[in-house]
């Protein structure tokens, strides 16, 4: 499919997409502008022709740049679903969102938070259940590793890497942080170590990640 403007603009991933307002009508589908044909396409265009003065210097200044560069008190988040709570976490952990993959379960080492290997791209990277970290009920058949209908999210923090099923991926969202409340006590004592608060999105109450706490109890379920 041909991408929808010319590369002599502005790209527009920059523009629109998870580096601009974040006003692309294709990023909610497509979560991020690296999954896009559009992106693709712009990356093969500059493959083929020779470097413009500055190309260097652009494309460092671009890839140095944080995800985070919206507004100071703004911050792009991927929102999804687990069993029935709503979670949120910053884009710039996010790497991919895919349909399912096979699950191969480790010997003596499946538990109810590791759930075994999946292959995403040629890479073999550890599942992992967030209801059983995060002590959500699961919903009637989704007791499986990964329930049919659901979507493989693939996170990364200091080249450390996982997968975890969600029920459903919703738009990237940007979180204004005047409006993220402190997590309530009464939810569950592992989502309330793992919340950096709570957030309203229409009508429905989502928590924020804490990805340092997300990570450490992800390493600790390695050794269950």
């Given at each position: 499919?041909?991408?929808?403007?010319?590369?002599?603009?502005?790209p527009?991933?920059?523009?629109?997409?998870?580096?601009?307002?974040?006003?692309?009508?294709?990023?909610?589908?497509?979560?991020?502008?690296?999954?896009?044909?559009?992106?693709?396409?712009?990356g093969?265009?500059?493959?083929?022709?020779?470097?413009?003065?500055?190309?260097?210097?652009?494309?460092?200044?671009?890839?140095?740049?944080?995800?985070?560069?919206?507004?100071?008190?703004?911050?792009?988040?991927?929102?999804?679903?687990?069993?029935?709570?709503?979670?949120?976490?910053?884009?710039?952990?996010?790497?991919?969102?895919?349909?399912?993959?096979?699950?191969?379960?480790?010997?003596?080492?499946?538990?109810?938070?590791?759930?075994?290997?999946?292959?995403?791209?040629?890479?073999?990277?550890?599942?992992?259940?967030?209801?059983?970290?995060?002590?959500?009920?699961?919903a009637?058949?989704?007791?499986?590793?990964?329930?049919?209908?659901?979507?493989?999210?693939?996170?990364?923090?200091?080249?450390?890497?996982?997968?975890?099923?969600?029920?459903?991926?919703?738009?990237?969202?940007?979180?204004?942080?005047?409006i993220?409340?402190?997590?309530?006590?009464?939810?569950?004592?592992?989502?309330?170590?793992?919340?950096?608060?709570?957030?309203?999105?229409?009508?429905?109450?989502?928590?924020?990640?804490?990805?340092?706490r997300?990570?450490?109890?992800?390493?600790?379920?390695?050794?269950?």
């Amino acid at each position: 499919m041909a991408p929808d403007r010319p590369m002599e603009h502005e790209p527009c991933w920059k523009e629109i997409g998870i580096f601009g307002d974040g006003s692309c009508p294709r990023l909610p589908e497509q979560v991020h502008c690296r999954n896009c044909v559009i992106f693709a396409e712009g990356g093969r265009r500059l493959l083929d022709r020779d470097m413009p003065p500055g190309y260097t210097e652009e494309w460092t200044r671009l890839l140095a740049q944080t995800k985070e560069s919206a507004p100071a008190r703004t911050l792009p988040v991927i929102v999804f679903r687990v069993g029935d709570e709503w979670l949120a976490l910053k884009t710039s952990l996010l790497l991919k969102v895919s349909g399912t993959r096979p699950v191969h379960r480790l010997p003596h080492r499946t538990n109810r938070v590791l759930r075994g290997i999946v292959n995403i791209d040629g890479e073999l990277l550890l599942l992992a259940s967030l209801s059983g970290l995060l002590g959500i009920e699961e919903a009637p058949g989704e007791d499986e590793s990964v329930p049919e209908g659901s979507r493989m999210i693939v996170v990364a923090k200091d080249g450390e890497r996982w997968v975890f099923p969600a029920a459903v991926v919703e738009d990237v969202f940007r979180l204004d942080w005047e409006i993220l409340k402190a997590a309530p006590v009464t939810i569950t004592k592992a989502a309330h170590a793992c919340s950096a608060g709570l957030f309203a999105l229409g009508e429905r109450s989502v928590a924020l990640l804490d990805e340092e706490r997300l990570f450490d109890q992800l390493r600790g379920s390695l050794g269950r």
